[in-house]
């Protein structure tokens, strides 16, 4: 039997440094809700890029309406900082961005996946039935400043139920105190080669072979953060066949298999998942290494030897 081989997969890992945080607390009242979204507490770099969204939570419409679907009716953009000179705070904007209290931030509502602009109730109303996502956005302000907003309300956000005509008056406040770090986490690219395989190793559909064990470097976090994150993202076409597995590079060869990305304990990593690093201390700062596994995994029932190459980039997340 003639025996077939398998190329040389590499894996780039790529450090980039892109910043998030998560974040859901509410205080309800009688006529909907009080959202501040963001936490207490916020540190981040001070070289955040432009149109970087640093912070972002979601609301379902369970919390805004009571039920899995909702009409927003009315919505209503707020800035609470004077851009003019003379002008007074709390004035109706167009959006979808509001500016915030601190110098560098802006405050966006998406709704299906789209930022919201403002809505009257003169106009149809807006059905949805996912979550709604609100983000923090880095501006083009030539500093991010250190300061604190003063609980302002930020958007209204008036929904109906589906078969309701009440309206249920939520508000979305802005609540937080920024501290600007003088730096930000390193993780150094690399490339994880594994050996050949024969391709009669992959006996069926999600077999693997290959396995070998890698380390994802996070360098040289300063102090000063009160929690960081990492989050692995595919590089290319982000279709799956099953968890951790990462789309074929344009350069390889093969077919029918793939890349599997697992955890040291062998489970299929979660990709755009936040996971936070334990071990930092916000006190003394650190390096990190996050210990995970690689692997060639049959995606079809027949498999085509040749080169296997796949790539993923590590997204560190400061809070």
Known sequence: MKMHRLGLKAM?????AVVAALSLPAATSAFGAHFRPFPAALSLPRDVAADTVVARAHLTPQKLCGEGTCRLVNFLPISMVNLIPGDSAGVEVKGPTVVTEIKGLRMQVLVNGTPQT???????????????EIQLLRDSSPELVSGASTDAIQFWFFTK??????????YIRFNTRLTRIEGSCSVPSQTVELQPALARSLTGIGATAGERSFQININGCPKGYN???????????????????????PESTAKGVRIRVTDSAGAAVAFDTSTRIDDYNKDTGGSFSIPMRVSYVQTEANVTPGTVNAAMSVLMEYQ
């Open 12 to 16: 780039r890992v790529i450090g980039r």
């Open 227 to 249: 929690k960081i994150f990492y989050r692995l993202k595919p590089v290319g076409d982000t279709i799956e066949t099953s968890a951790g597995v990462l789309p074929l590079s």
């Open 118 to 132: 403002m809505l009257y109730e003169d106009r149809p109303p807006i059905v949805f039935s996912s979550p709604i």
């Open 161 to 170: 139920t589906t078969s309701g005509s009440d309206r249920i008056d939520n």
